[in-house]
């Protein structure tokens, strides 16, 4: 098993655009693996290529047994509005209501190279805006108000220094604490 340090607010990465998948190579095929093996340490749903330090236009997702890779992904029809709260993965212990659409359908391109479709609501629609935006340097803070940013900003001031060099490293106990803690298990984007 291979989980990847997580990049966490601060790290630049998590603010460039990705660069669109051209070719699915054996290395690319590994990065998926590995995405998903650090996605399930650390007791996520998603996570987006920037959040272990690559450009690839690459995420991953998994909700209750459904896995998704989506490459190259694509909003192509949104619809309603849904507000529910929210968390990422590269801002750990920080949640926030965010309103997203109800409904989205995506374009993207599986693992094997095959071009598909996706219909979604709820939490999956939800999952897939929050990683679509990571693979566009877009945060969850990034929808709050002026002040609701900042008081979110004055929080994670005081969790910062957790993560020398803005990286989350999953050590085993780190993996063990976050199994055994439920409070979030649905927000961890
Ligand atoms: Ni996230």
Redesign the pocket.
Known sequence: MTVLPIQVLGSSILRVETTPVAEITDELQQLIDHMFETMHAAQGI???AP?VGRSERLTVIEIEGERIVAINPEIVEESGTDRAEEG????PDIYAEVDRSARVVVEATDREGQRFEIEADGLMARCLQ??ID?LHGK??IDYLSFLKKRATMARWELQKSKYPDLLRILTPEVIQRLRDDHDHPDER?
């Open positions: 998603g996570l987006a959040q990422c993965l590269s801002i929050h990683e990571h945060l969850f984007l």
